[in-house]
Nanobody
């Protein structure tokens, strides 16, 4: 049974920073790609950042230069360092893990609120 455990969300003031993490366990397959998505109230879920096994990163235009995705393959963990946070970054953040089996799995979501 694959399990994804997210952590690191919370309340932060505009201009502040947070670091999200997501650890995957329970699969016999290796991980192909890891990504972060977010969903704000009343909006569709959107891709924030992604990193396949090649290491090439992909970011939404709205977070380029402020957010950094990274992976620790030995720990099956993906991180999202979020700097210079803005109120419009407020959302539930979800990690998505894709295995070489072709299956993908979502984390449970962690709330990020940017407010003064």
């Amino acid at each position: 049974q694959v399990q994804l455990v997210e952590s690191g969300g919370g309340l932060v003031q505009p201009g502040g920073s947070l670091r999200l993490s997501c650890t995957a366990s329970g699969s016999i397959f290796s991980i192909y790609a890891m990504a972060w998505h977010r969903q704000a109230p009343g909006k569709q879920r959107e891709l924030v950042a992604a990193m396949p096994s090649s290491g090439i990163t992909n970011y939404a235009n709205s977070v380029k230069g402020r957010f950094t995705i990274s992976r620790d393959n030995a720990k099956n963990t993906v991180y999202l360092q979020m700097n210079s946070l803005k109120p419009e970054d407020t959302a539930v953040y979800y990690c998505l893990v894709t295995y070489y089996s072709g299956r993908d799995y979502w984390g449970q979501g962690t709330q990020v609120t940017v407010s003064s």
